[in-house]
């Protein structure tokens, strides 16, 4: 996960923000991301008496549970948290698929629209025979062997958009930050295939 904070008031054991990351500088302090925990954890030092930053990982899990926040920093952290998840997906989709133990291939847009043309063209002709280039090379298909290809594509992608959904429920019936943040972001999915 990218390195997310909470900006806090630690004097109210309050959450302050939704998530987001740190820029090398806030307000007057530069380098605010180069700081301690604990330099980070209350600002009073730099003139911010009731502000800090707390960063969202597991070693700060018990500091979090600590913590309160209003019901729309809690809302706005789940829709951050879903955009987590729909990028870790996307991230996921874009790893090579290798099939059959033999080639490999990357399901770029340029990639998913060559393969809708060739369905299409194997649909109309039953006979066809053609190379396919892949990241390893060329692969000879017969239409029958490409449909099944195209076919065993699509399925891996809607799985993959299952588990984004399945994460996006989970994230939506969590009714604390803490349950939020504890989630496993990550789309697990075997990134093989067999025709």
């Given at each position: 996960?990218?390195?997310?904070?909470?900006?806090?008031?630690?004097?109210?054991?309050?959450?302050?923000?939704?998530?987001?990351?740190?820029?090398?500088?806030?307000?007057?302090?530069?380098?605010?991301?180069f700081?301690?925990?604990?330099?980070?954890?209350?600002?009073?030092?730099?003139?911010?008496?009731?502000?800090?930053?707390?960063?969202?990982?597991?070693?700060?899990?018990?500091?979090?549970?600590?913590?309160?926040?209003?019901?729309?920093?809690?809302?706005?952290?789940?829709?951050?948290?879903?955009?987590?998840?729909?990028?870790n997906?996307?991230?996921?989709?874009?790893?090579?698929?290798?099939?059959?133990?033999?080639?490999?291939?990357?399901?770029?847009?340029?990639?998913?629209?060559?393969?809708?043309?060739k369905?299409?063209?194997?649909?109309?002709?039953?006979?066809?025979?053609?190379?396919?280039?892949t990241?390893?090379?060329?692969?000879?298909?017969?239409?029958?062997?490409?449909?099944?290809?195209?076919?065993?594509?699509?399925?891996?992608?809607?799985?993959?958009?299952?588990l984004?959904?399945?994460?996006?429920?989970?994230?939506?019936?969590c009714?604390?930050?803490?349950?939020?943040?504890?989630?496993?972001?990550?789309?697990?999915?075997?990134?093989?295939?067999?025709?």
């Open positions: 996960m990218v390195n997310l904070y909470f900006e806090i008031n630690p004097k109210e054991k309050k959450i302050l923000s939704a998530p987001k990351e740190l820029d090398i500088n806030w307000k007057n302090i530069s380098g605010i991301i700081l301690s925990k604990d330099e980070l954890y209350d600002l009073s030092w730099a003139g911010y008496t009731g502000s800090g930053f707390l960063k969202i990982d597991k070693e700060n899990i018990d500091i979090i549970k600590t913590f309160n926040c209003d019901i729309d920093i809690l809302n706005i952290t789940k829709s951050k948290f879903k955009d987590i998840a729909s990028n997906r996307y991230e996921k989709e874009l790893q090579p698929l290798l099939i059959n133990d033999r080639f490999s291939i990357q399901l770029t847009e340029k990639f998913k629209l060559h393969l809708l043309m369905y299409n063209e194997c649909i109309l002709n039953n006979d066809l025979k053609f190379n396919w280039k990241i390893g090379g060329h692969i000879e298909f017969t239409s029958e062997e490409f449909l099944k290809l195209y076919q065993k594509v699509q399925n891996y992608i809607q799985n993959l958009f299952d984004e959904i399945d994460l996006h429920k989970k994230i939506e019936q009714e604390s930050i803490l349950s939020v943040i504890q989630l496993d972001l990550e789309i697990n999915c075997d990134n093989k295939i067999k025709l």
